[in-house]
């Protein structure tokens, strides 16, 4: 059989741990057989970004910006453990928080939905996609630990030198501060992306924040949206029958366990940070959820939602027998691959996609699976595969 080629590279960004091990694996088995791979590859591990001072990661978000289109592996962002266990230089910023602040833009997640692994909400019908905004807040914060007594304030230095002030705390002891931005022009394309995205998938678009505390922070996130939508895009909406609903946060968590799916849910960074994995495990598992980072420029990152299996990581280590999901990280190579065939016009690569996911899907429908999922399958009998497995079956059927 003759390769499928490409003409373009796709920008790939190698990660971490166990995901770093399924890369591997999916790329020898599910892709170099078929696949004439062209890619600019970029060591996203932790021990490179350390030899690079992290410069490996700003590069990489760079040739996203020539080529358009990225797919990267799940990476380790630094704690004060990993510190000591890769001797690093310093504590490297998340690799996704620098190349999202590079590429700005919208993250959209949704489940990838299998017949026989049922959502732990029982109402939820239809899967339920999030959009994070992917620019700022805590992800780009200044932090100070203050030692003791003392004032802190917002200093605003206008370029004419002028300054407003605006006091945040009189410490009497000691304590932490935190101060972080966004910016309109961001805000206003994460809204945009939110809208367009919600008519080409033809949801409803659901948005919250907590503007009755954060008066100015989050009252201004709110107001961009609805100007947004009022001047740009309410009769578009009205036209296809959908729409656009504004809550606050709390009232928004409450509605979405009571919903039946089939939405949009749009997060500021860190709300779609820590609610996509819930609605991820609620689906079935982290590792059935694809995500994609859509830049207002139309530059694409396809990854895993997940991490990188760190606790499987040490079992193979140890020449244990590891069954780690690999369908999320097959996804993100899917997804990359179709946006390559179709800004390319290369219908042979956009059907491999097609191919691909149908063969990963219908392996688990005929019960074959990993561990996470036969834990939570109402498929009788499935049988358990191991990381490589796994794979394998999947190769048999594509
Ligand atoms: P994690 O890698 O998402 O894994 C947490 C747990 O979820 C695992 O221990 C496993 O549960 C389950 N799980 C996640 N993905 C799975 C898969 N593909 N197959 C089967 N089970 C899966 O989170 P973590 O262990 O807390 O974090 C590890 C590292 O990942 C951290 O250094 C963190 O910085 C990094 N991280 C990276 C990204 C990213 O690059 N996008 C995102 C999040 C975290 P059991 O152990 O019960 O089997
Ligand atoms: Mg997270």
Redesign the pocket.
């Known amino acids: 059989m003759e390769k499928i080629k490409m003409t373009t590279p796709l920008v790939e960004m190698d990660?971490d741990e166990m995901t770093r091990i399924l890369w591997k694996m999916i790329k020898e088995n599910l892709l170099e057989p078929y696949i004439d791979l062209k890619t600019e590859y970029y060591d996203l591990g932790l021990e490179h970004r350390n030899e690079t001072n992290d410069q490996v990661t700003v590069d990489s978000a760079m040739a996203t910006k020539k080529y358009k289109v990225a797919v990267k592996c799940?990476?380790?962002?630094p704690n004060a453990a990993?510190m000591d266990e890769y001797d690093l230089k310093e504590m490297w910023k998340s690799p996704?928080g620098t190349i999202r602040a590079i590429l700005d833009g919208t993250v959209f997640r949704a489940p990838i939905v299998v017949k026989g692994i049922e959502p732990c909400v029982k109402n939820w019908k239809k899967p339920i996609t999030i959009a994070r905004h992917a620019y700022g807040d805590v992800y780009k914060g200044s932090e100070m630990k203050i030692p003791g007594a003392g004032k802190v304030e917002l200093v605003y230095t206008a370029e004419d030198g002028s300054q407003t002030k605006e006091l945040v705390h009189e410490f009497d002891g000691p304590g932490i501060v935190q101060g972080m931005h966004n910016l309109n022009k961001s805000i206003e394309s994460f809204a945009r992306s939110c809208f367009t995205y919600a008519l080409d998938t033809h949801q409803d678009l659901w948005f919250a924040t907590k503007d009755t505390i954060s008066k100015k922070y989050d009252h201004t996130f709110k107001d961009i949206f609805q100007e947004i939508y009022d001047a740009e895009f309410a009769e578009k909406f009205e036209a296809a029958g959908i729409e656009y609903f504004y809550t606050l946060i709390d009232d928004a968590v409450a509605r979405v366990m009571k919903s039946e799916g089939g939405y949009i849910w749009a997060c500021k960074n860190y709300d779609g940070d820590v609610m996509s994995d819930m609605v991820s495990s609620a689906f079935g598992?982290?590792?059935m959820m694809t995500s994609v980072l859509v830049s207002p420029e139309g530059y694409y990152e396809y990854?895993a939602a997940?991490?990188?299996?760190?606790?499987?990581y040490y079992k193979h280590l140890k020449g244990e027998e590891t069954s780690?999901?690999s369908v999320?990280t097959i996804f993100a190579w899917t997804g990359a691959l179709r946006k390559r065939g179709e800004l390319d016009g290369i219908q042979d690569l956009c059907d491999f996609a097609d191919r691909l996911e149908k063969a990963t899907i219908d392996t688990i429908e005929s019960g074959e699976m990993?561990k996470?999922l036969a834990l939570i399958t109402t498929i009788e009998n499935p049988t358990v595969l191991n990381s490589e497995g796994f794979i394998k079956a999947i190769a048999k059927r594509l």
């Open positions: 990660g799940a990476t380790i962002t990993r996704n598992s982290l590792a990854e997940h991490g990188t299996v760190q606790r499987h780690t999901n999320a990993t996470d």
